[in-house]
């Protein structure tokens, strides 16, 4: 099952359009407001590789800390 349709009940409870905005809250432990999330998503995106159809919800969290410390050094 691919991770997006998965995750679909958990982005709609936290108002999420993606599954790599509720993949940054959990990044971020929870800690973030939902507006905050979305302000650094916003910051973060274009750092953001495109996922695969196989891939899992760890993998997510691993392409969003990737794009956090990207744009964290530029």
């Not at 599954?19 to 979305?38: D, Q, T, W």
């Amino acid at each position: 099952m691919p991770v997006g349709l998965a995750a679909l009940g958990a982005c709609v409870k936290e108002g999420f359009n993606n599954v790599e905005k509720l993949a940054l809250r959990r990044y971020r432990k929870g800690g973030a407001s939902r507006r905050v999330v979305h302000w650094e998503f916003a910051n973060i995106e274009p750092y953001l590789r495109a996922g695969t159809a196989d891939e899992t919800s760890s993998a997510v969290i691993r392409r969003v800390e990737t794009a956090v410390d990207t744009a964290s050094l530029i």
